[in-house]
């Protein structure tokens, strides 16, 4: 068994440390033991915010148990649009959960130095937003015991799923983003499992954290078996940033409906989830480094580092943004070419600004370094662009299903409060299960962090200095 202040055996992961993520205020493993070990305890904050997570969980919770049994009409539907809220917000949080696989798999392919501290806060941020996400198709067939006609079986009614229905797509795509990313989360949770089993007193927990830790001892072999396995894990997750947003996006893309039937959405969508995703790892670790005063774990540089994919991101979605703007002018198409006037003058046009102030104008900010490195700045630019990728998925959604082919069908669309509850349960789902994650579990990779120490230490020692400065 490993003693908790010496450094891991046997070939580690390769040594991504670069002058940009030092950590010059970590002086030791020890250190790195019982500073993220601290962040597991109790606090008055951490219950107040499981409290008002639970009660907005359960306004959720109550408004499906109302609309189960008075009915779907509650949604808020107004055909032609029997699309909204659910559907939006569904896409919304499966791009949330893109940024952590990026971070994850992508970024350390890619040697990315800046996913250390950072990585295992947007791991189970994946993990909870695709749970989060697959409750709306859910929710949306109306009748929820009914889902498992969705899944391709063997079946007493020997029918098998319509594979050209968009909600098989989702089940699919969920299903296994979900399965991969739980994996991904676990597997590189097991070093940092055996920590904590190393330290604990209580037999019981000790016992649950032997078995999660699956007698994790240090050992060379281990890691050589760890480390294929994460790589292997990583390039096979890489696809999925690619292919499961893609798979949401032809929900729309496949459709003869206006503003949908065009073959930018794949791209379009993955960036706009990474965009999303990003913001959201924002709204969690700025916070989170702030209550446990670990800003000199997630350093300025991190945050610099991250914003720029922000900022990169934003260019990317704000050049598809104008692209299908001018698409829709050269086809020389009327139809589509009113949708859009409609979609930015027209019905709809408090919408489609407030997507585009949130998010092309504001990221551009982000030129500054002095913003970039601001971390007030950047929690509440996290702010702004979810409100605006949620309105994304929202212009996206309902003014092309309102504004489609035959004038005498356009119409309006309002939420109805069952809706508002729907989202705001979703949120407090969401921060639930990842409030529960972070008593229980290491919310920083103690393994890949004690990697960079020794980093610091030997380049130091290469330029005559000390081991802390």
């Given amino acids: 068994m490993a003693t ?36 597991l305890g109790p606090s008055k904050g951490w219950f107040l915010g499981l409290a008002l997570s639970v009660a907005a969980m359960l306004v959720g919770a109550g408004a499906w148990t109302y609309q189960i049994y008075d009915g779907l009409g509650h949604a808020g539907y107004v055909p032609p649009v029997m699309w909204g809220v659910y559907i939006i917000t569904f896409v919304f949080w499966v791009g949330i959960g893109h940024a952590g ?3 994850s798999a992508i970024l350390y392919l890619f040697r990315a130095g800046f996913r250390t501290t950072i990585y295992r806060v947007s791991e189970a941020m994946t993990v909870f937003a695709v749970m ?54 676990y597997i590189g949770l097991i070093p940092d499992i055996a920590v904590l089993r190393d330290r604990e007193q209580n037999p019981t927990r000790r016992l649950i954290l032997s078995i999660l830790s699956l007698g994790w001892r240090n050992t060379d072999v281990e890691w050589r078996n760890f480390t294929k396995a994460y790589l292997f894990l990583a390039a096979f997750s890489t696809p999925l940033v690619l292919s499961v947003h893609s ?64 900022l990169f991101t934003s260019l990317v979605v704000g050049s598809a943004y104008l692209i299908e703007f001018f698409i829709a002018w050269y086809s020389g198409v009327e139809v589509e070419q009113s949708y859009f006037w409609n979609r930015v003058f027209g019905q709809w046009w408090w919408s489609a600004w407030i997507m585009l102030i949130c ?21 509440i630019l996290s702010i702004f662009i979810n409100i605006g990728m949620w309105y994304e998925r929202f212009v996206i959604v309902v003014p092309s299903l309102s504004h489609e082919f035959e004038p005498w069908q356009w119409t309006n669309y309002l939420p109805s409060w069952v809706d508002v509850a729907f989202i705001i349960g979703s949120f407090g789902w969401f921060f639930m299960w990842f409030l529960l994650f972070v008593r229980q579990l290491p919310v920083m990779a103690i393994m890949e962090i004690k990697e960079i120490v020794p980093a610091r230490r030997k380049h130091a020692a290469v330029h005559g200095h000390g081991g802390a400065h």
């Fill in 101 to 103: 696989t990026l971070i």
């Fill in 247 to 310: 798979v949401v996006s032809f929900d729309f893309a496949m459709a003869l409906t206006p503003g949908w039937h065009a073959t930018i959405f794949p791209p379009y969508f993955v960036a706009g989830a990474i965009f999303s995703g990003f913001a959201m790892v924002w709204t969690i670790a700025i916070p989170m480094r702030k209550w446990w005063r670990l800003e000199h774990y997630i350093t300025l540089n991190h945050l610099d580092a991250t914003a720029k994919v922000v």
């Fill in 132 to 185: 989060t996400a697959g409750l709306f198709p859910i929710i949306h067939i109306g009748r929820p015991w009914k889902f498992f006609w969705l899944i391709p079986y063997p079946n007493w009614r020997l029918l098998w799923s319509n594979f050209k229905s968009p909600l098989v797509w989702d089940v699919f795509a969920i299903s296994t983003y979900l399965t991969i990313s739980t994996t991904f989360l």
């Fill in 4 to 39: 908790l202040a010496q450094p891991v055996k046997g070939p580690m992961r390769p040594n991504i440390a670069s002058a940009d993520i030092q950590l010059p205020a970590v002086r030791d493993f020890e250190q790195v033991d019982n500073e993220i070990a601290a962040t």
């Fill in 359 to 379: 998010n092309m104008a504001l990221p551009m900010s982000l030129w500054s370094q002095k913003l970039r490195r601001n971390p007030t700045w950047l929690f």
